[in-house]
């Protein structure tokens, strides 16, 4: 049982890693803002799956208040960023349509 763990937790920290290298080449390719931001959000999912793993590896309860923390910083960064670019889209379209 212990070996089959231990091949599912390093199989999942591969994938984590994977999709961080596969991130990164979507945050410096992006040919948008909304690409990037949502680029970033994953970021902080990543982030959370990787505390998450590791805290599986070692058995500890201690990183869930860690994990919640950084949870809610991403949700807030997202909204953030999703207000900022309607409120830039919206500036946009208001000059846009004066002669």
Do not use: C, K
């Given at each position: 049982m212990r070996l089959a763990n231990d091949i599912l937790l390093n199989a999942?920290?591969?994938l984590i890693v994977l999709a961080g290298v596969l991130l990164l080449i979507r945050i410096w390719r992006g040919p948008s803002m909304l690409d990037r931001a949502v680029a970033v959000d994953v970021a902080a999912v990543l982030i959370i799956a990787g505390i998450g793993v590791d805290a599986a590896m070692?058995?500890?309860?201690?990183?869930?208040?860690?994990?919640?923390v950084l949870a809610f910083l991403g949700f807030t960064s997202s909204v953030g960023i999703a207000r900022f670019i309607a409120s830039r889209d919206r500036a946009g379209t208001r000059t846009e349509e004066r002669p």
């Open positions: 999942a920290l591969t070692t058995r500890t309860r201690y990183y869930l208040s860690i994990m919640l």
